[in-house]
């Protein structure tokens, strides 16, 4: 394979190349939640240390990445560099492999973060850029590019979304009072819980949470594109109120379920969701990896888990959770409902430490978010 080691490039070359790939990982996550199943992609193409077009990945069945970029350079391509945060495809899928896209363009060289993590084509697209006659270098900014398709990684090696578990506690360990209903959190802290929203294929939460804060589960304000994600609640017997808010919101519904009955089935669908019933264990409740093997056959990539106590405890027992966002309001709440409280059939989880978490301020409140150590995410 024909390779450009980046260590050997002019330092102020190699520094418009670092420019290009930061632009590229910055378009990627701008497409966040909007390309499932296709991982979120940015391109840049440069014509010496100029940028002549970038792009990013649309919604399925719309261009890659790379052909964006090609389209925004035109004529300017021939000759040039593209910088892109993945591998370039090599087969055909819904549209026509990006490697025949970037050879027809004339580009010289293609320099990628990092490689495609499905096992049946990682490589492949680079081996034949290769041999076309293309240089290619991998490796800058690899660890931003492994982090954007995190979701992805995990849908195609594991067969399940990505998990990012989140919830807003006060200092003493409590998500809601004995009543529920109040809100934890501030202002700031809740807008960047609709930021993570709008960044994700599905908000979950138990049918506890379902019933008790008649949650809405959907990105306020709306984004431009009115898109929202999908709502899920893991509710074993389908017991979901017909006028729950959620279900007169934009977007869909989902209610997976174990045992529900003819009726409430057909009570939920009249309503306007969609019921499915998945795996149960002896005690009538969910399989967690059976629902969420579920969600990945569906081509979600990444879901956001948002309560209850139950659900998050039951996840982090089954090994299930691969990043935490954590919001900590200064306040203590007395008697209250704990955050993570797995049921007693779910066995205890196994303690972990969050990988270079990101603490930040917002507003009163503090926000921990990181990954496991073992977790490939974004």
């Not at 040039?80 to 026509?96: A, K």
């Not at 090696?157 to 990012?164: C, D, K, N």
């Not at 804060?213 to 304000?221: F, G, I, S, W």
């Not at 869909?252 to 969609?274: F, P």
Request: charged residues 25%.
């Amino acid at each position: 394979m024909t390779t450009t080691p980046i260590d050997t490039v002019p330092a102020t070359d190699r520094q418009t190349l670092a420019r290009a790939m930061h632009r590229a990982v910055d378009l990627a996550r701008a497409v966040r939640g909007r390309t499932s199943p296709l991982p979120p992609v940015g391109a840049v193409v440069l014509q010496g240390d100029r940028v002549a077009g970038e792009g990013a990945t649309d919604p399925p069945g719309g261009p890659h990445a790379e052909v964006n970029a090609l389209a925004a350079a035109r004529e300017q391509a021939r000759g040039g560099t593209l910088v892109v945060t993945l591998e370039p495809c090599n087969h055909m899928g819904r549209t026509p492999p990006c490697t025949q896209a970037i050879q027809r363009a004339g580009i010289a060289l293609v320099v990628v973060g990092t490689r495609d993590p499905n096992p049946h084509v990682s490589g492949s697209g680079l081996e034949t850029l290769a041999a076309g006659g293309i240089a290619t270098e991998v490796g800058l900014l690899d660890r931003e590019a492994d982090a954007l398709i995190a979701p992805f990684t995990t849908l195609v090696t594991r067969g399940r979304p990505f998990v990012t578990a989140k919830w807003a506690m006060t200092l003493d360990g409590k998500i809601a009072g004995p009543r529920g209903g109040e809100p934890i959190s501030g202002a700031e802290a809740r807008a960047e819980a609709h930021r993570l929203r709008d960044r994700v294929d599905a908000v979950v939460v138990g049918s506890a949470t379902a019933r008790i804060d008649d949650p809405r589960l959907t990105v306020r304000p709306a984004p431009d594109d009115g898109r929202q994600p999908l709502r899920v609640v893991m509710d074993s017997a389908a017991s979901l109120a017909s006028d729950a808010r959620m279900l007169g919101e934009p977007g869909s519904t989902l209610v997976m379920t174990a045992r529900e009955s003819a009726a409430d089935r057909a009570r939920l669908e009249r309503a306007g969701a969609e019921v499915v019933r998945v795996a149960g264990g002896p005690d009538g409740r969910i399989d967690l990896a059976d629902a969420l093997a579920h969600l990945g056959a569906r081509g979600l990539a990444h879901v956001l888990v948002e309560g209850g106590s139950r659900l998050l405890g039951a996840l982090l027992a089954a090994d299930l959770v691969d990043e935490a966002v954590v919001f900590i309001a200064p306040r203590v709440m007395g008697p209250g409902v704990p955050a993570l409280d797995p049921p007693p059939e779910a066995g205890r989880f196994l303690p972990w430490t969050l990988d270079e978490p990101d603490v930040r301020r917002l507003g009163p409140d503090i926000m921990i978010r990181g990954r496991r150590p073992t977790a490939q995410v974004g």
